[in-house]
């Protein structure tokens, strides 16, 4: 069973950077991903990596791309998020999410995630 343990959440401006951590508790599957749930909004894609042939493909949603870059480490089994030029809307529960060895649906669907972490809250102000 993987554990997920994010870290680096807390309250800034608009403008300003954050960096999230995730910590793994073991080797994850090929899929891990960040997701976010804004106040009173259904959890949403953030941005994942996935590993396969040898390389690692990254892929970000619309609305955080060119401004949020996702890292994955595995000799330290740690996912990374890194929060630049961050604005209100940004504000939300960020969530680490990884899949099993074998998983089935789409990549940008959190039902795809068999683990997730507790969440880290992100709050940027106007």
């Known amino acids: 069973q993987v554990q997920l343990l994010e870290s680096g959440g807390g309250s800034v401006q608009a403008g300003s950077s954050l960096r999230l951590s995730c910590a793994a508790s073991?080797?994850?599957?090929?899929?891990m991903a960040w997701f976010r749930r804004a106040p009173g909004k259904e959890r949403e894609f953030v941005a994942r990596?996935?590993?396969?042939?040898?390389?690692?493909?990254?892929w970000y949603a619309d609305s955080v791309k060119g401004r949020f870059t996702i890292s994955r480490d595995d000799m330290l089994n740690t996912l990374s998020l890194e929060m630049n030029s961050l604005i209100p809307e940004d504000t939300a529960i960020y969530y680490c999410?990884?899949?099993?060895?074998?998983?089935?649906?789409?990549?940008?669907?959190?039902?795809?995630?068999?683990?997730w972490g507790q969440g880290t809250q992100v709050t940027v102000s106007a």
């Open positions: 999410a990884a899949t099993g060895a074998v998983y089935r649906g789409d990549l940008q669907d959190p039902q795809t995630y068999n683990f």
């Open positions: 990596t996935q590993q396969s042939g040898g390389r690692t493909f990254l």
């Open positions: 073991t080797r994850t599957g090929n899929n």
